[in-house]
Each structure stands twice: as structure tokens, then as C-alpha cells.
């Protein structure tokens, strides 16, 4: 049974399932998940608690015999299996088919997992374990969803902000949920019920934001300049790979590249994002940055790509001289901003 993490409240209400399954790169989201779960045991009985950690040297002979024990007192048991890695491996994956298939009635059992991939949610362990129990698929809350969601927490501890309140805190806490989480409690904390001034908001809220490399495409996509500079700046002062930087956003050209260079064959749009597997939010974005960059254009950025990976190495570069951040900061605008050719 899959299950929406905003449905999970009103069914922990009516029954509990033998077995839940989180999957999320969420941790926030997914802890609380996890918690409301462990309250729901508690409150109906099941007091001992066992947590068996997949690593390198784990038996999946333990899941089994976890399920099988029972303590001095004969209590009811939650037990939590966690899969840091989301991957199994072949025994494992049969543990868990024959593990679903006979769940013990005196436990519950709750699985944690990161976010699947495309392979793994086909697997038949996935399919087994969303067949005997409940299966919560927690989705990242990307930037466009942030302000709804930071809305929706100032809502249920009795407090509001105005746009550019809500637009502040989303500035500070890009990329940390648990940060953003964190910071909200601290309004709740320092100011009554009500209404909060961008003055109380400012002075409240630190810059607690973790720049994720792979989101950086998103704000070139977008077009959105300020927003590159600060992540830019970000993850130079977080000490970030600059050759990891540099190979997201050469990735980035080379997709858009192929997606205009069909474009200009007469390929419909539908079918060249389908091809080169791009979905969901990205699918816009990809779209409005296509309107915006031209082939030519492309076709240079990626020259340039080529010329600040010289200058990582210590090499010459024709287009750019000094510092190579610098240089990639440039050919970022260029994408963001695009221009005619």
C-alpha cells in the first residue's frame, strides 16, 4: 500500500499496520514520519524497541530472528531496520520477500531507506514490502515548494510573514531543510502568535544554507543570476570540488545542447526530454533555458567549459585569465542571463 506522507496522520488515527516502509532523501521529513510511527506503537502497546543497521558486516539471519524473539516480559516490539544504502544486495533483497511474507502479528516493523532509484523501485523486494505494508514515499521539497511548505509550518505553530518574510528565510536555509525547521522553532520561540515583521524575521534568522552542486543547473536553468552568484559563492567558501562544480554545469550544456540541437532537426520537445530522461520541475526549466540559449551560444559556453578546465589543471587558457571560480562565474551568467546570436 503506498501511502502519502500527508495522509500518514489520519491513518496512524484509524489502524496500524504490521510494517511501514520510509523511503526519502527528506531527512527531516522522514524522521518526523518515523517518530509519529513510534508514538502510534507506543501508545498501543508495543514498549520494547529493537534497530538492526544494515552495514557492512550485518546478518540478515538477525532481521529474522529480532522478529522471532520475545522479551522476558513477552511485550510487543517495534523493531526498525535501517538501509542506509538502499541496497540490500541479492540475499538481502530474498530476506526481505520471505520477511514480508510472514510478518509476525505481536511486532511492527519499520524500514528506512534513502530515495530509491529508477532500478530498485522495480525490484521485487520493493514490490513485496509495498504489498505486505504500508509504503511512504517522501519527495524532496525543492525551492519552488519551499515557501508553501515554510507558510504551512508558521501556520501550525499560530504564526505568519508576508512574502518577502517567507522569500528571506527561504534565501537563508536553501538546501537544509532541517535547518529551515530549526530556524521556524526559534520564531515560535522568540515572538507570540500572529503576524511577524521582516525586521524580526532578519534578526532572527541565520544564513544557515548548504549548497547542493547538482542544484546549481537549477538556478542556471531558471535564469535566476543572484541566486547563481550565492550558491556559486557558497560552495567556493564550503570548500566544494571546483572540478565537481565545473562537471555539473558542463553536463548541463551538454544536455541542453543535444535537446536544441533536435530542436533545430524539427524533433518535437516531448520526446527529446523523454529521451535524455528529463522529468518533473526540470522539464520547464529546460525549456525556458532553451528559449533563451541559442545553439551557438551553447556551442561556446561549452568551449569555454573546456578552457576553465585548463586553467583547473594549470594549463593556458585562451578565454579566461585568473582565478578559475571566477571564470566559472562568468560562464554561469552567460548561461543564466543568455543573449541573441
Not at 530498485?120 to 505494508?133: P, R
Request: with cysteine.
Amino acid at each position: 500500500m503506498q501511502l502519502r506522507i500527508d495522509a500518514l496522520d489520519a491513518h496512524l488515527a484509524k489502524s496500524l499496520s504490521p510494517l511501514y516502509v520510509i523511503a526519502s532523501d527528506e531527512h527531516l521529513l522522514a524522521l518526523e514520519a518515523a517518530d509519529k510511527i513510534r508514538k502510534c506503537a507506543r501508545a498501543q502497546g508495543y514498549a520494547e524497541r529493537e534497530v538492526l543497521s544494515v552495514e557492512r558486516s550485518f546478518k540478515w539471519g538477525e532481521l529474522l530472528a529480532a522478529s522471532q524473539s520475545q522479551s522476558l516480559f513477552g511485550e510487543r516490539k517495534l523493531i526498525e531496520l535501517r538501509i542506509p544504502t538502499g541496497k540490500p544486495g541479492k540475499d538481502g533483497g530474498q530476506a526481505l520477500q520471505a520477511y514480508a511474507a510472514a510478518l509476525n502479528p505481536d511486532n511492527v516493523t519499520l524500514i528506512t531507506l534513502p530515495k530509491l532509484d529508477w532500478a530498485s523501485q522495480k525490484a521485487a523486494w520493493v514490490t513485496s514490502l509495498q504489498q505486505a505494508g504500508v509504503f511512504i514515499d517522501i519527495p524532496l521539497v525543492d525551492r519552488a515548494q519551499l515557501p508553501n511548505w515554510i507558510s504551512q509550518r508558521l501556520a501550525a505553530q499560530q504564526q505568519s510573514a508576508d512574502r518577502d518574510g517567507i522569500a528571506f528565510i527561504v534565501e537563508r536555509v536553501e538546501g537544509n531543510l532541517l535547518a529551515a525547521h530549526q530556524e521556524l522553532q526559534k520564531l515560535a520561540l522568540l515572538h507570540p502568535p500572529g503576524k511577524l515583521s521582516f525586521e524580526a524575521i532578519h534578526d532572527a534568522v541565520l544564513n544557515v544554507a548548504r549548497y547542493d552542486v547538482f542544484k546549481l543547473s537549477e538556478a542556471m536553468l531558471a535564469g535566476d543570476a543572484a541566486r547563481l552568484v550565492r550558491m556559486l559563492e557558497g560552495l567556493k567558501g564550503e570548500g566544494e570540488a571546483l572540478p565537481l562544480v565545473l562537471w555539473a554545469v558542463a553536463e548541463e550544456i551538454r544536455t541542453l545542447l543535444k535537446l536544441q540541437t533536435g530542436l533545430s532537426q524539427g524533433q518535437p520537445m516531448a520526446a527529446l526530454l523523454k529521451q535524455h530522461r528529463i522529468w518533473g520541475p526540470r522539464e520547464r526549466l529546460a525549456e525556458g533555458a532553451l528559449r533563451r540559449l541559442p545553439l551557438p551560444l551553447l556551442r561556446e559556453a561549452l568551449q569555454d567549459a573546456a578552457q576553465i578546465d585548463r586553467m583547473v589543471k594549470g594549463l593556458r587558457a585562451k578565454a579566461f585569465s585568473g582565478d578559475p571560480w571566477d571564470a566559472l562565474l562568468q560562464l554561469g551568467l552567460k548561461l543564466a542571463r543568455g543573449r541573441a546570436h
